[in-house]
């Protein structure tokens, strides 16, 4: 007995990291890569603070080819992974396959609707970020004229525009609002320099303010506001850090706190499946105020959007949402 | 006047999208009047975007950058020439290999060395990049827009690289049309044994042409990643390349038409961008799918109806051997 007892007393401390790791927690990062200064690093920075909180990582993935969701959906859920997050819309299709195939595995889906019993969807109302985004571009405007450079045309992405249109009529209904996709397959995703050249072609019929909804495209849109001494308005990570004095705000879409919340409810227990809206009242979408667009936003911008939001959030406002035809 | 100040915007616009169009497609007629495919343009491109934002990431100069940018395309260039001069290599498959590799290494390097997903930092500082600055009496001009605006948008203000690639056409032109080597070069794309009965290395100059396509190509990706916009993007020559080699067919293989090809291209990119969402009289507003489809529907039109024949170099994409 004697003998055992070292034995004993390492399996004992070792009890709890069996444990710990016996929760394997999963995700699939969409086009983009997890360090695109936009949606998907949101999502990669519910992962870290997960990761810091709980001491658990999880096994990431970044999709580089179409044909590669299924694939890899497959082998984590093979592997014994407790919650697959698989981030983006373009995932959904993916996510219906291999869900049926592992019906003991939760997944979580964000930006699209999978309606399967092991599926919890988690999508934004991200047209009230954008009317935000919209008061606040026709607020700081000064030539009447503001610009929206989106990425792929999908109903997404109309979705941001409609949302962003409404805002700036809300503030002023004579002001103009040029809008430009940038293309319609998913390379418009990762196409700085013609995002900088639709920006360029806004800049020149007068706007002077111009919010993305473009991930790494959105990059060379808010280049080309610094480069030009205009002002840009950064999309679902906090951009404002990117060109200080430049990026007016940020349209937040709380991709990390989605993350974050299906990693901690999948850990205790508590994660369910069906379709979850977040939206302002559910702090899921929002714009940034913070030290490096303080000087931009004056105190007057900032009570308007304020009571906005209370607006929006107690249905005063009625932000129009986008329906694919 | 709008619709003046339009046209005047629309063309400045058309100067900065054809830019890198041009100087890749004149590095492809280079390569190609000397027999070689070159369709790694794209591969060599991206190469030269990666390394050059790189480069210039880490020593704030953005000369030292567009020396790196160079230098990748011209070692992209000399592995292809390697495969196919040398070893006689299918000049296709050796092409469309470098761009597969390109495409997968830049981003690998990219986050091996960054850590920032595949990307290269932001390029903020002043001197990272190739920014035009505005010439004399610039903004004074815009006062008078008639001949003032076309000279401040036009004229002033570009990129150097802009104005290389205003050069480089008319040098181009002049080397392979008035110079020994550019009828050699020219030679050896159309019947490469005659060129060698007269006792002049075909080999020799195919390196040649595959050096001076890689030294453009280096140009042209520098532009990209640190002139059109400021750093690199995995996949961010987003097919210019290919579009490149399009216009060089398109131009029969000859630089003033193949530079008019290239603005042709670069215009209704250019136009498509302020025809979204604007109602054109008796249609309304045109979808957006649609207006991006129009520069490519434009070429086959074109390609199609106007153009008329347009016949290759004799001996392009057939490697050379001198036992035959």
């Not at chain 1, 658990?56 to 694939?71: D, V, W």
């Not at chain 2, 020593?59 to 495969?83: D, I, P």
């Not at chain 2, 550019?182 to 050896?188: I, K, N, P």
């Amino acid at each position: 007995m004697k003998r055992l007892l070292p034995l004993l007393a390492l399996m004992a401390a070792l009890a709890p990291s069996v444990r710990a790791a016996d929760f394997s927690p999963a995700i699939i990062y969409d086009f983009g890569g997890k360090f695109d200064r936009s949606f998907n690093q949101s999502a990669s920075e519910g992962v870290q603070r997960f990761k810091k909180e709980t001491g658990i990582a999880a096994r990431e993935f970044e999709i580089q080819n179409a044909s590669q969701r299924e694939q890899i959906m497959r082998q984590f859920a093979r592997r014994g992974a407790s919650i697959i997050v698989a981030v983006g819309f373009t995932q959904a299709s993916a996510v219906e396959t291999v869900a049926k195939e592992y019906p003991d595995v939760k997944f979580t889906l964000v930006d699209a609707v999978v309606d399967l019993p092991n599926v919890e969807s988690i999508v934004f109302r991200e047209q009230e970020s954008s009317f935000l985004c919209g008061m606040a571009a026709a607020l700081a405007s000064k030539t009447g004229k503001v610009g929206f450079v989106g990425g792929m045309d999908i109903p997404l992405i109309r979705k941001f525009a409609l949302g962003y249109r409404a805002g700036v009529a809300y503030v002023n209904p004579k002001d103009e609002v040029f809008e430009n996709m940038t293309g319609t397959t998913p390379a418009a995703w990762t196409n700085p320099s013609e995002g900088a050249e639709l920006a360029k072609s806004q800049f020149g019929r007068g706007a002077d303010v111009v919010f993305h909804a473009a991930g790494a495209t959105g990059v060379g849109v808010m280049q080309a506001a610094a480069d030009a001494g205009l002002l840009s308005i950064g999309c679902d990570s906090n951009q404002d850090y990117l060109h200080p004095g430049s990026v007016l705000t940020s349209a937040l879409k709380r991709v990390d706190v989605a993350v974050y919340t299906a990693f901690s409810e999948a850990r205790k227990g508590t994660w369910r499946p069906g379709v979850k809206v977040l939206g302002l009242a559910e702090e899921g979408v929002g714009v940034s105020i913070d030290e490096f667009n303080r000087k931009l936003v004056s105190p007057d911008m900032e009570a308007r959007l304020n009571q906005a939001r209370a607006d929006i959030i107690s249905g005063k406002i009625t932000v129009p949402e986008y329906k694919s035809p | 006047m709008d619709t003046y100040r339009e046209v005047i915007l629309i063309m400045a616009a058309t100067i900065r999208v054809a830019t890198p169009l041009v100087i890749a497609a004149l590095a492809g007629m280079f390569s190609e009047r000397a027999g070689v495919i070159d369709l790694a343009l794209e591969g060599k491109m991206l190469a030269a975007a990666f390394a050059s934002a790189a480069v210039a990431a880490v020593t704030g100069s953005a000369w030292m950058g567009l020396g790196a940018g160079v230098a990748a395309a011209v070692f992209l260039g000399l592995v292809v020439a390697f495969a196919c001069v040398t070893h006689r290599g299918n000049q296709v498959v050796a092409a469309m290999a470098v761009n597969i590799m390109v495409a997968g290494l830049a981003p690998t390097l990219a986050l091996a060395w960054f850590e920032q997903g595949g990307q290269t930092p932001q390029l903020d500082l002043p001197g990272q990049r190739f920014l035009g600055l505005p010439w004399p009496w610039a903004q004074a001009a815009r006062a008078h827009p008639l001949p003032g605006l076309a000279y401040a948008e036009l004229v002033s203000g570009h990129s150097p690289i802009v104005y290389l690639a205003a050069i480089v056409v008319p040098a181009s032109a002049w080397v392979l049309y008035r110079t020994r080597f550019g009828l050699r070069l020219r030679a050896v794309g159309e019947n490469p044994l005659a060129v060698d009965t007269a006792g002049i290395s075909v080999n020799a100059l195919r390196y040649q042409a595959c050096l001076i396509s890689g030294v453009l190509c280096g140009v042209a990706g520098t532009y990209i990643s640190t002139v059109a916009s400021a750093g690199f993007v995995r996949d961010m020559t987003a097919g210019k390349g290919y579009l490149a080699l399009a216009a060089l067919i398109f131009g029969k293989w000859r630089p003033y038409p193949t530079l008019a090809a290239c603005l042709l291209f670069a215009f209704a990119d250019a136009g498509a961008a302020r025809l979204q969402g604007v109602a054109l009289p008796g249609v309304g507003v045109v979808p957006v799918q649609f207006i991006i489809a129009l520069p490519y529907i434009l070429t086959v039109l074109l390609l199609a109806g106007f153009v008329g024949e347009s016949v290759a170099p004799r001996a392009v994409g057939v490697p050379y051997s001198k036992e035959k």
